[in-house]
Nanobody, 124 residues
Framework: QEQLVESGGGLVQAGGSLRLSCAAS????????MAWFRQAPGKEREFVAA????????HYADSVKGRFTISRDNAKNTVYLQMNSLKPEDTAVYYC?????????????????WGQGTQVTVSS
């Protein structure tokens, strides 16, 4: 099974940038689709971005489209989330997720493995 560990969270001013990383310890990372979700206090976990196993296909939530970029480096077993033009409403715990199956759905329930999350705080 895949073990996922997020890193790169922190405090940043509005308009700033941050890059999150998610390292996978499994040996089949290159065949897993990956995604980023986030959860703010008092709110449900929401989809942010996803990338196919090959990296050829990506999908973004409307709220982050044009500001965030998901990418992966299969040689390093790592997926990234580059976050630019950050807003206070981006403040949340960010989680990476993985699944081995093929799907065109992005609900929380459709992902098999989860990391522990990393805190991102955007100040105004």
């Amino acid at each position: 099974q895949e073990q996922l560990v997020e890193s790169g969270g922190g405090l940043v001013q509005a308009g700033g940038s941050l890059r999150l990383s998610c390292a996978a310890s499994g040996r089949t990372f290159s065949r897993y689709a990956m995604a980023w979700f986030r959860q703010a206090p008092g709110k449900e976990r929401e989809f942010v971005a996803a990338i196919s196993w090959s990296g050829a296909s990506t999908h973004y939530a409307d709220s982050v489209k044009g500001r965030f970029t998901i990418s992966r480096d299969n040689a390093k077993n790592t997926v990234y989330l580059q976050m630019n033009s950050l807003k206070p409403e981006d403040t949340a715990v960010y989680y990476c997720a993985a699944r081995s199956g093929v799907s065109n759905r992005y609900a929380v329930e459709s992902w098999d493995y989860w990391g522990q999350g990393t805190q991102v705080t955007v100040s105004s």
